[in-house]
């Protein structure tokens, strides 16, 4: 069975630029969360979706960064437009549901630097 | 989320068993304790999750205290490809939102 999947691997931008990345959760689960992930420290949580519905985007800074889940299945992260400061892992997880004991299945991430 | 507290690093010879403790002194009745790793350049890797009874799994073992209060993951047989960072998590609202931490460097000593 495929893992979730994530593209692309690595980016480099400069600031100001837009970049986008992918996601591919595996197949029939229905939940999908966004992380973001600096270096030394955990993730964190930047959006959860249920099916196509997202349902926590507390941490998502609503000024530069969207995402779209389009029917319910893969999903895409944007941010517009990029600034230094986010230069970071970006993290993609799925799991069946979101309750208790359905664990959450990473991605590899998207490393990105902004120059 | 309930706090934890993890020491930042740990030591384990090869082939010994790695215990890795965790405090959740303010962890509530219905709070699961989660445990996931992190090895260098990879997603974080779901391990075990409990909330009262140890619970043992093909990849490890989770002890919690009587009282909740701790709890320990245990490697049995830690190999060098166990060396990650390890979080202890209690989520307050299930699995649906994890705060991670940063968890305990597990350094495994050939």
């Known amino acids: 069975e495929a893992g979730v999947v994530q593209s692309p691997r690595y980016k480099i931008i400069e600031k100001k630029q837009p970049v986008a990345f992918w996601c591919n959760p595996i197949?029939?689960?229905?939940?999908l969360y966004w992380y973001l992930q600096n270096l030394g420290q955990g993730p964190e949580l930047l959006i959860r979706?249920?099916?196509?519905?997202?349902?926590?985007d507390s941490q998502l800074p609503k000024d530069r960064f969207s995402a779209e889940r389009l029917k319910g299945v893969d999903s895409t992260l944007k941010i517009q437009p990029a600034e230094l400061g986010d230069s970071a892992v970006y993290l993609c997880?799925?799991?069946?549901?979101?309750?208790?004991?359905?664990?959450?299945?990473f991605g590899p991430g998207t490393r990105l630097t902004v120059l | 989320d309930a706090k934890t507290t993890q020491p930042p690093s740990m030591d384990c010879a090869e082939g010994r068993a790695a215990n890795l403790p965790c405090n959740h002194s303010?962890?509530?009745?219905?709070?699961?304790v989660y445990w996931y790793r992190q090895i260098h350049s990879q997603g974080p890797q779901y391990i075990i999750h409990?909330?009262?009874n140890n619970e043992t799994n093909e990849m490890a073992s989770l002890i919690i205290t009587e009282d909740r209060k701790s709890s320990t993951l245990i490697l049995p047989h830690a190999t060098l490809r166990d060396t990650a960072v390890y979080y202890c998590?209690?989520?307050?609202?299930?699995?649906?939102?994890?705060?991670f931490g940063t968890g305990t460097r597990l350094t495994i000593i050939p």
């Open positions: 303010t962890i509530s009745g219905n709070e699961y």
């Open positions: 197949s029939g689960h229905n939940t």
């Open positions: 409990g909330l009262k």
């Open positions: 979706y249920e099916n196509e519905e997202a349902v926590d």
């Open positions: 997880a799925s799991s069946l549901n979101g309750g208790d004991g359905n664990e959450q299945f």
């Open positions: 998590i209690v989520p307050r609202f299930g699995n649906e939102k994890l705060t």
